[in-house]
Nanobody
Framework: VQLQASGGGLVQAGGSLRLFCTASGRTFTMYAVGWFRQAPGKEREFVAHITWRGTTTSYADSVKGRFTIARDIPKNTVYLQMNSLKPEDTAVYYC??????????????WGQGTQVTVSS
């Protein structure tokens, strides 16, 4: 599985961005897909994931109600719609794929990051 993340950019606080994670590989549709982010000087943290059928989603508390994850299986693409962005959302965002276990998404495949910068 190979993942390609895109859609990052610079936006003012309160604005919106949509991130894209496009995958190649036949086994992609078998995995859950999620987004993680890493801000400067901080550890990578979970943002959201969606199951392989797209029927179940999970979000970090910090983004609930503002971010929406969705999956277009025929297009092998997962979207992260980010609304009401805050400066603290500034980070490099990574998409990842893998199975779901009791701890959440077991990320086994990673895409390259895409920078999201929210100005105040």
């Amino acid at each position: 599985v190979q993942l390609q993340a895109s859609g990052g950019g610079l936006v003012q606080a309160g604005g919106s961005l949509r991130l894209f994670c496009t995958a190649s590989g036949r086994t992609f549709t078998m995995y859950a897909v999620g987004w993680f982010r890493q801000a400067p000087g901080k550890e990578r943290e979970f943002v959201a994931h969606i199951t392989w059928r797209g029927t179940t989603t999970s979000y970090a508390d910090s983004v609930k109600g503002r971010f929406t994850i969705a999956r277009d299986i025929p297009k092998n693409t997962v979207y992260l719609q980010m609304n009401s962005l805050k400066p603290e959302d500034t980070a490099v965002y990574y998409c990842a794929a893998g199975p779901i276990n009791d701890a959440g998404l077991d990320a086994r495949y990673w895409g390259q990051g895409t920078q999201v910068t929210v100005s105040s």
